[in-house]
């Protein structure tokens, strides 16, 4: 009874190691992305002041480009935000006068509509 209870755990176990090595993230490093689409990753900003949307570029579920205007910035998310991939509308819910991190990220779309934390806020540079 007992081997029979041994050779089933080193199945399962060896059924897990095949899946484990089955999955591959076949995503491009968010850097690649950045350089995608003409960016290259800068210094970790505290605020931005002036956060008005004026462009922005989805990049995976955790991860926005957007600019005011004057700059651009890469909005990191506390998780993953599915919402965002099918966005037609970015605004923000800032705490204060600036937007900050752990402020929110609204998304919108005709059926949808999704609040999600803001981890962490770059700045971005174009390419050369």
């Not at 897990?16 to 689409?37: K, T």
């Not at 991860?63 to 990191?76: A, M, P, T, V, W």
Request: charged content about 25%; glycine content about 4%; overall charge negative.
């Amino acid at each position: 009874m007992k081997l029979r209870m041994i050779k089933a755990c080193f199945v399962q176990l060896a059924v897990l190691s095949l899946f484990a090595c089955a999955v591959v993230n076949d995503e491009p490093a968010l850097d690649e992305r950045l350089a995608e689409y003409g960016y290259r990753p800068g210094e970790n900003v505290e605020k931005v002041d002036s956060y008005q949307v004026g462009d922005w570029q989805y990049l995976d579920e955790r991860h926005l480009i957007f600019g005011n205007g004057e700059d651009h910035y890469l909005l990191s998310l506390n998780a993953n935000c599915p919402a965002l991939q099918s966005a037609e509308h970015l605004a923000f819910k800032p705490r204060s006068a600036a937007l900050r991190r752990l402020d929110d990220a609204i998304f919108s779309n005709a059926t949808t509509l999704a609040h999600c934390e803001i981890e962490a806020i770059s700045k971005v540079y174009p390419s050369e």
